[in-house]
């Protein structure tokens, strides 16, 4: 692996390893989040909702309180019956009231599901602040261990044959990165820091925000319990379907570009939804330099019905046109984990 250009693509599955939230949980999570209340009989509590902070949020936003509460308390009640929160918020995307509200929720709760995660920082026996064995059994282990199979300098140039395109809010590849170098190599923070911000990694959707680590205005910890101003800071790097697929800008185009040379494709916990599939096809042309001639797809499709798995493979194969294509997205039964397990060999060689 990573001998040749290599590129990962992360769905809600892959960071759900390690203890993070899938589309149904996080619908869930979201629509409590954003609950209201009722005035109180004896009017000593103000019509509000159910989360503090983003009640605080709520306030500091300067717009009519009555239009962002009917707002939270539509996208509650309808959140479970939508595909996705970013389903919801596209169908909705003429409405900025229901476009912050939507995205103050996403912040709040993947940062609370990060704090709550198995990568949250704690101080292990060693007393290192990050305790990798708790992750023996998730995919971010068995990728590290291809990853790390070299010196420090020869790790870096195969970090030059990596893509990462996430579709998830969290930080989770990015954390785990940070700290793996550190543990495995031994080199400080802030090289960690720059071996990390040097990689290809795209959030077509944005994330909940920086870490600290690596710039920038809004940041946050990981899994942090940030108050209502920070909340309302940290929802300007939430992208929505329509605002992420801009296939003019520059993150899009770094992306397509990806998909194109990539000669080994990994695909973890992904969904395969047709807005996802076509943010990632480039647009046709079977002869462009950067196409790959050979290509390899390794993909979850957890759960999948055989039919679903057919029109998921076409559709993968599709993304580029190239000379020879070879797919491995025929297993429902594995996770994440269980894909590197079984391919262990070919993804090594690769």
Known sequence: MFADRTLLILGAGASYEVGLPLGDALKRD?????????????????RGVADGAINEALYATGNDRSELLKACERISA??????????????????????????????????????NSRMALKTDSSGYPFNFGSLSDSWYNRFASLLFESDFDEFQRRLTNLDVITFNYDRCFEHFMYHAIQTYYGVSPEEAADV?????????????????WMGGVAFADFGADMPGSALLSLAGN?????????????????????????????????GYIPLNMQLLKPTDNPEHPD?????????????????????VTHDVRALVQTGFIESKLDNNELTCAKLFNEYAFSLGAS
Do not use: W
């Open 291 to 311: 196409n790959s001639k050979r290509k390899t797809y390794y993909g979850t499709v957890k759960g999948l019905s055989k039919e679903d798995m057919r029109i």
């Open 196 to 212: 990390v911000k040097s990689m290809s990694i795209y959030h077509p959707y944005g994330t909940v925000g920086n870490l600290p």
């Open 78 to 115: 309808a959140l479970p019956l939508a595909r996705s929160i970013d389903n919801y918020l596209h169908s909705h995307r003429k409405s900025e009231f229901f476009e912050l509200c939507g995205k103050l929720g996403i912040v709040r709760c993947i940062l609370a599901a990060e704090g």
């Open 30 to 46: 979201i629509s409590n989040a954003l609950l209201v209340y009722s005035d109180s009989p004896l009017q000593l509590i103000e």
């Open 238 to 270: 939430i992208k929505t379907y329509t605002e992420g697929v801009d296939r003019e800008s520059s993150e899009i185009q770094a992306i397509h570009t990806a998909v194109r040379r990539a000669r080994t494709v990994v695909i973890l916990g992904f």
